[in-house]
């Protein structure tokens, strides 16, 4: 043979290997089956469980064993996979109705993992055998091979409950997710009964039997109004809190303790909400927490949170459901595989589908059992009439040579070769007519059976056959009657396994969190020159003025309900809260500005930080190095966008300066060449803030603005500006490589050169 | 190259005079949806990148260049499964987007283990290297037989891997080309890509094409 090469498209190859891979994800790995809502791995490990007699009434077995047997007959996959699901088949707090019933470590609420499959076993629950796994000999669902044709595995389970509704169903398949949240099986039951009394119920009127979901879990479900859209259309957002409840402890304090929490919490998220409420504590969102702690147990949930004496526990409730995941959305997408292909649902079609499974199953078993029934009559029918012949039956037995003689005999009359005793009897022998079954039935008999009171039972036997005919065929051609039959095992399922609903479902507002006015103290704001900030009591400030006045270049009296504005080369203002910058101790670093606010210490450069309250009555001038300026309302830069534009600039322009000053300030530009122009601010315009302001000083070529001074600087400044490092005495500046005192310069006029003061 | 578990039956089988086996593990990125710092990152890729020799397109160098590659035929070996497919379309990605060249230039090949194994009572076994291949079997093949599939290549010995897909003298190859190039950035772009939308759609129209693998 030579070797072959066959001429493949890219694109087509890339088609075809993608939509064979997606299709079999979807379709056979992780979405459910419409029917019995589980996934091939979950339908194999219980089918295999089911073949192996794990029932619920025998000993555990190892998983490591259903895994294994699994892996070889049905499921050629990673065993991880398959224990994976077997472990969450039997978590009490994933699932609605566990399916398996595990012995040893399946994992806890927390997140913990099971123990590895050598050390727990297990075997199949109850109600996984009754509603699963039961008349699986009675043909009533079809069978397809296995990977390798050794073994046959059916293709759906004969699930006489809507388990896609009762567990749910969580998976991740390709272009698509399904996530079905688990329900009440004794609501789901009453629904699926009301629906088959009448097929025209609206998604809105199941609702009336199904409240809602019920997780495991508890919790509250709290947009009540939205599920009838939710349900209708098979996808979007439930809302489910935890539950919390206020204790009194000792010495008068009051804690909270979450008693429940919402399913989406389950597992590895409980830690993270511990640590959310630890950083609101950090953060100082709050300073009413004082301690919290997990004392979960066989118990049930137990998170404590303790209180600070005298905090309100109804604001930190709802501080908790808005800032942390203590109120969470579960994201509802109800994606199943219909007739083979996904399909996102709606309640009533789910339950529909459902509905229809039921009746063809129930309709496959009477079928089946009609059909037994049918065979047992046949043959005891001819067991009746043996009886009545029994004398002549005995003289062909003994008249033959063969078995097949006497069978042509007793169905086809043919006597050929049979000794009789008399005439009479082959005439009489000619006539019989008995089936192949009955036939063999007679051979078969025992001589027992002959017995008087054997015939009455066999009379009795014979009733209840044509009794069970009757009643199977009345259910197979009534409608109603096959629904009572489906209804009864429902309710009978129902009384043995429901429970009672466990998550509430209500509507609730959203929490508000008034923000309590944080108490507004009076606060120093520190800033260093490398961009780390900080706030200090003011009496801490007062203490180390001098060091805090020259290590830091933004001193700035705030207070925590205010804000500031950072002022940056690129034109932008970016708000800053104060309550937002860690209140410390004197000597404490701080954080960088970079962590508090939008500014990025790797694209722009802090120019000026303001208190944006107080500035707005304040006039602020804003200069660029191209020479721009103009002056803009402080009230302008009164905004609750964290980062807006504080100045318009033209391309490549930056800012240079961006501070208050007063109506009768002057200020003396200074450029890089050395040239200085004196100018009153009276004469500088006032522009909006997104202006790109008017000419100041004209420029030569290459020429640049590098600094704008103002030239009455007073202590009593309605706002600090930047403290620049200068060892020139106030009033001067060094220009030109000389000191100029900065009142001596004549006073100019807006867009002209200014001066270069000569050596 | 290869998929996960047969990297060892593979070197043992290939004729290392000329054939070299670069196993690896798992699923590698998908290039499309990763950035590209990222898909530097990677080691499976870098691994790649090093042993073919050629360099980069991007990042990296910017040296592609088609005349240092040291193989002639890079050949995709991955197992017969859908987890093999999707492997493929993310190793034809990594082609296709970073070294557009091997493609075009006809060196990049998928490689076709079979999908099963006919063991008659009597006669001689035969491979089957698809399902029309297997329905053809049991057309002809009235008498009864053992039929392994193969899941993996790792459930292949070495012998078996060399007879069926290593040997050049009587493996079968499947060569990737490009004739539409606008077609095959589209289809990168919508099989491979971030937004979801259209990846959905075309399985919404396709979904009846597809072979299932259960």
């Given at each position: 043979m030579e070797e072959q090469i066959i001429r493949t498209e890219y694109s087509e190859i890339m088609q075809k290997s993608y939509i064979?891979?997606?299709?079999?994800?979807?379709?056979?790995?992780?979405?459910?089956?419409?029917?019995?809502?589980?996934?091939?791995?979950?339908?194999?490990?219980?089918?295999?469980?089911?073949?192996?007699?794990?029932?619920?009434?025998?000993?555990?077995?190892?998983?490591?064993?259903?895994?294994?047997?699994?892996?070889?007959?049905?499921?050629?996959?990673?065993?991880?996979?398959?224990?994976?699901?077997?472990?969450?088949?039997?978590?009490?707090?994933?699932?609605?109705?566990?399916?398996?019933?595990?012995?040893?470590?399946?994992?806890?609420?927390?997140?913990?993992?099971?123990?590895?499959?050598?050390?727990?076993e297990a075997r199949l629950q109850k109600i996984t055998q009754e509603a699963f796994l039961q008349d699986l000999d009675k043909n009533v669902v079809a069978f397809q091979p296995n990977f390798d044709e050794t073994e046959k595995e059916p293709e759906v389970l004969p699930a006489r409950i809507p388990n896609l509704l009762v567990n749910g169903s969580e998976g991740i398949a390709v272009g698509m997710v399904t996530s079905i949240p688990p329900h009440n099986l004794g609501e789901v039951l009453d629904a699926v009964i009301a629906m088959i009394h009448d097929g025209s119920l609206t998604d809105q009127q199941l609702l009336e039997y199904i409240q809602g979901p019920d997780f495991p879990t508890g919790g509250i479900v709290v947009n009540k109004s939205e599920l009838a859209q939710i349900y209708s259309t098979g996808s979007g957002k439930i809302r489910v809190?935890?539950?919390?409840?206020?204790?009194?402890?000792?010495?008068?304090?009051?804690?909270?303790?979450?008693?429940?929490?919402?399913?989406?919490?389950?597992?590895?998220?409980?830690?993270?909400?511990?640590?959310?409420?630890?950083?609101?504590?950090?953060?100082?969102?709050?300073?009413?927490?004082?301690?919290?702690?997990?004392?979960?147990?066989?118990?049930?949930?137990?998170?404590?949170?303790?209180?600070?004496?005298?905090?309100?526990?109804?604001?930190?409730?709802?501080?908790?459901?808005?800032?942390?995941?203590?109120?969470?959305?579960?994201?509802?997408?109800?994606?199943?595989?219909?007739?083979?292909?996904?399909?996102?649902?709606?309640?009533?079609?789910?339950?529909?589908?459902?509905?229809?499974?039921?009746?063809?199953?129930?309709?496959?078993?009477?079928?089946?059992?009609?059909?037994?029934?049918?065979?047992?009559?046949?043959?005891?029918?001819?067991?009746?009439?043996?009886?009545?012949?029994?004398?002549?039956?005995?003289?062909?037995?003994?008249?033959?040579?063969?078995?097949?003689?006497?069978?042509?005999?007793?169905?086809?009359?043919?006597?050929?070769?049979?000794?009789?005793?008399?005439?009479?009897?082959?005439?009489?022998?000619?006539?019989?007519?008995?089936?192949?079954?009955?036939?063999?039935?007679?051979l078969e008999m025992r001589l027992y059976r002959l017995i008087g009171l054997e015939i009455d039972a066999l009379m009795e036997e014979h009733k209840k056959t044509l009794a069970n005919i009757e009643n199977y065929t009345d259910i197979l051609n009534n409608y109603s009657s096959m629904a009572d039959v489906i209804i009864r095992e429902l309710k009978q399922f129902k009384k043995e396994f429901a429970r009672p609903r466990r998550t509430q479902i209500m509507d609730a507002e959203a929490p508000v969190l008034e923000e309590k006015a944080p108490e507004d103290i009076p606060v120093v704001f520190l800033m260093d020159r490398f961009g780390y900030a900080r706030t200090v009591d003011e009496s801490v400030y007062e203490k180390n003025r001098e060091s805090a006045d020259t290590e830091n270049r933004y001193v700035i009296h705030v207070s925590t309900s205010q804000r500031l504005g950072i002022y940056t080369d690129t034109g932008k203002q970016h708000l800053l809260k104060v309550s937002d910058v860690p209140l410390g101790r004197y000597r404490d670093k701080g954080t960088p500005i970079d962590n508090l606010c939008n500014y990025d210490s790797s694209q722009e450069m802090v120019i000026n930080v303001l208190p944006i309250e107080k500035a707005a009555s304040c006039v602020i001038l804003s200069v660029s190095s191209s020479g721009m300026i103009k002056r803009v309302e402080g009230s302008e830069l009164q905004v609750s966008k964290r980062t807006v534009a504080a100045s318009g600039l033209a391309e490549g322009d930056s800012l240079i300066s961006f501070y208050p000053v007063r109506e009768n300030s002057q200020i003396v530009l200074q450029s890089k060449k050395g040239f200085l122009l004196r100018l009153p601010v009276s004469e500088i315009p006032f522009k909006k803030k997104a202006a790109v302001g008017v000419r100041g000083m004209k420029l030569s070529e290459g020429d640049t603005i590098e600094a704008c001074h103002l030239l009455d600087a007073q202590e009593e400044e309605p706002v600090n500006a930047a403290k620049l490092p200068s060892d020139e005495p106030a009033g001067t500046i060094r220009a030109g490589g000389r000191s100029v005192v900065l009142s001596r310069l004549k006073i100019g006029t807006r867009d002209t050169k200014g001066t270069k003061p000569r050596g | 190259?290869?998929?996960?578990?047969?990297?060892?039956?593979?070197?043992?089988?290939?004729?290392?005079?000329?054939?070299?086996?670069?196993?690896?593990?798992?699923?590698?990125?998908?290039?499309?949806?990763?950035?590209?710092?990222?898909?530097?990152?990677?080691?499976?890729?870098?691994?790649?990148?090093?042993?073919?020799?050629?360099?980069?397109?991007?990042?990296?160098?910017?040296?592609f260049d088609i005349a240092k590659l040291?193989?002639?035929?890079?050949?995709?070996?991955?197992?017969?499964?859908?987890?093999?497919?999707?492997?493929?379309?993310?190793?034809?990605?990594?082609?296709?987007?970073?070294?557009p060249e091997l493609i075009y230039e006809g060196h990049v090949y998928i490689a076709m283990p079979p999908l099963y194994k006919a063991i008659p009572s009597r006669g001689k076994e035969e491979y089957l290297y698809d399902d029309a291949a297997l329905e053809r079997y049991r057309r002809k093949h009235k008498t009864p037989f053992t039929l392994q599939r193969y899941k993996g290549l790792g459930e292949m010995d070495a012998a078996q891997l060399w007879e069926t897909t290593l040997n050049p003298e009587t493996r079968t190859l499947k060569s990737v080309e490009i004739e539409d190039a606008r077609l095959a950035n589209d289809v990168t772009e919508m099989l491979m890509g971030s937004d979801v939308p259209p990846r959905k759609a075309f399985i919404y129209e396709h979904a009846q094409e597809a072979l299932l693998d259960v």
């Amino acid at each position: 043979m030579e070797e072959q090469i066959i001429r493949t498209e890219y694109s087509e190859i890339m088609q075809k290997s993608y939509i064979d891979y997606a299709m079999s994800v979807i379709v056979s790995r992780a979405l459910p089956d419409v029917r019995d809502g589980l996934k091939p791995v979950q339908r194999r490990t219980l089918y295999d469980m089911h073949e192996l007699g794990i029932r619920y009434d025998r000993p555990f077995r190892k998983s490591a064993r259903i895994v294994g047997d699994t892996m070889g007959k049905y499921h050629p996959h990673g065993d991880s996979s398959i224990y994976g699901a077997l472990v969450v088949l039997a978590q009490d707090f994933k699932m609605g109705i566990p399916l398996v019933d595990g012995h040893g470590n399946f994992g806890s609420i927390e997140g913990d993992g099971a123990a590895a499959m050598r050390y727990t076993e297990a075997r199949l629950q109850k109600i996984t055998q009754e509603a699963f796994l039961q008349d699986l000999d009675k043909n009533v669902v079809a069978f397809q091979p296995n990977f390798d044709e050794t073994e046959k595995e059916p293709e759906v389970l004969p699930a006489r409950i809507p388990n896609l509704l009762v567990n749910g169903s969580e998976g991740i398949a390709v272009g698509m997710v399904t996530s079905i949240p688990p329900h009440n099986l004794g609501e789901v039951l009453d629904a699926v009964i009301a629906m088959i009394h009448d097929g025209s119920l609206t998604d809105q009127q199941l609702l009336e039997y199904i409240q809602g979901p019920d997780f495991p879990t508890g919790g509250i479900v709290v947009n009540k109004s939205e599920l009838a859209q939710i349900y209708s259309t098979g996808s979007g957002k439930i809302r489910v809190r935890g539950k919390v409840e206020t204790e009194k402890m000792k010495g008068g304090k009051e804690c909270l303790v979450i008693t429940e929490i919402p399913y989406t919490m389950l597992g590895a998220n409980i830690g993270k909400f511990l640590n959310d409420v630890a950083a609101l504590v950090e953060t100082k969102k709050t300073t009413d927490i004082t301690d919290i702690s997990n004392q979960s147990s066989k118990e049930g949930i137990r998170i404590v949170i303790e209180l600070r004496r005298g905090a309100d526990p109804e604001y930190i409730k709802n501080l908790l459901y808005k800032k942390t995941r203590l109120e969470d959305t579960f994201g509802v997408n109800m994606l199943a595989v219909a007739d083979g292909r996904p399909e996102t649902l709606s309640l009533r079609q789910i339950l529909e589908h459902h509905i229809d499974f039921q009746f063809e199953v129930t309709t496959k078993k009477y079928q089946v059992m009609l059909d037994r029934e049918l065979k047992k009559k046949e043959v005891q029918e001819g067991l009746i009439r043996a009886c009545d012949v029994i004398d002549l039956i005995i003289e062909i037995l003994r008249g033959s040579k063969s078995q097949k003689q006497v069978k042509d005999c007793l169905v086809y009359g043919i006597t050929d070769g049979i000794k009789f005793k008399s005439q009479r009897s082959q005439k009489q022998a000619a006539k019989l007519d008995f089936t192949e079954a009955q036939a063999d039935a007679i051979l078969e008999m025992r001589l027992y059976r002959l017995i008087g009171l054997e015939i009455d039972a066999l009379m009795e036997e014979h009733k209840k056959t044509l009794a069970n005919i009757e009643n199977y065929t009345d259910i197979l051609n009534n409608y109603s009657s096959m629904a009572d039959v489906i209804i009864r095992e429902l309710k009978q399922f129902k009384k043995e396994f429901a429970r009672p609903r466990r998550t509430q479902i209500m509507d609730a507002e959203a929490p508000v969190l008034e923000e309590k006015a944080p108490e507004d103290i009076p606060v120093v704001f520190l800033m260093d020159r490398f961009g780390y900030a900080r706030t200090v009591d003011e009496s801490v400030y007062e203490k180390n003025r001098e060091s805090a006045d020259t290590e830091n270049r933004y001193v700035i009296h705030v207070s925590t309900s205010q804000r500031l504005g950072i002022y940056t080369d690129t034109g932008k203002q970016h708000l800053l809260k104060v309550s937002d910058v860690p209140l410390g101790r004197y000597r404490d670093k701080g954080t960088p500005i970079d962590n508090l606010c939008n500014y990025d210490s790797s694209q722009e450069m802090v120019i000026n930080v303001l208190p944006i309250e107080k500035a707005a009555s304040c006039v602020i001038l804003s200069v660029s190095s191209s020479g721009m300026i103009k002056r803009v309302e402080g009230s302008e830069l009164q905004v609750s966008k964290r980062t807006v534009a504080a100045s318009g600039l033209a391309e490549g322009d930056s800012l240079i300066s961006f501070y208050p000053v007063r109506e009768n300030s002057q200020i003396v530009l200074q450029s890089k060449k050395g040239f200085l122009l004196r100018l009153p601010v009276s004469e500088i315009p006032f522009k909006k803030k997104a202006a790109v302001g008017v000419r100041g000083m004209k420029l030569s070529e290459g020429d640049t603005i590098e600094a704008c001074h103002l030239l009455d600087a007073q202590e009593e400044e309605p706002v600090n500006a930047a403290k620049l490092p200068s060892d020139e005495p106030a009033g001067t500046i060094r220009a030109g490589g000389r000191s100029v005192v900065l009142s001596r310069l004549k006073i100019g006029t807006r867009d002209t050169k200014g001066t270069k003061p000569r050596g | 190259m290869e998929g996960d578990s047969a990297g060892g039956s593979a070197k043992t089988a290939r004729d290392r005079s000329y054939q070299a086996i670069l196993p690896i593990r798992g699923k590698i990125l998908n290039v499309e949806k990763a950035s590209i710092d990222k898909v530097l990152a990677n080691a499976e890729i870098k691994t790649m990148i090093n042993s073919f020799g050629c360099g980069f397109s991007e990042g990296y160098g910017n040296d592609f260049d088609i005349a240092k590659l040291r193989y002639d035929k890079i050949i995709i070996m991955a197992d017969a499964d859908v987890d093999g497919a999707h492997i493929c379309t993310l190793l034809l990605t990594l082609f296709y987007r970073f070294m557009p060249e091997l493609i075009y230039e006809g060196h990049v090949y998928i490689a076709m283990p079979p999908l099963y194994k006919a063991i008659p009572s009597r006669g001689k076994e035969e491979y089957l290297y698809d399902d029309a291949a297997l329905e053809r079997y049991r057309r002809k093949h009235k008498t009864p037989f053992t039929l392994q599939r193969y899941k993996g290549l790792g459930e292949m010995d070495a012998a078996q891997l060399w007879e069926t897909t290593l040997n050049p003298e009587t493996r079968t190859l499947k060569s990737v080309e490009i004739e539409d190039a606008r077609l095959a950035n589209d289809v990168t772009e919508m099989l491979m890509g971030s937004d979801v939308p259209p990846r959905k759609a075309f399985i919404y129209e396709h979904a009846q094409e597809a072979l299932l693998d259960v």
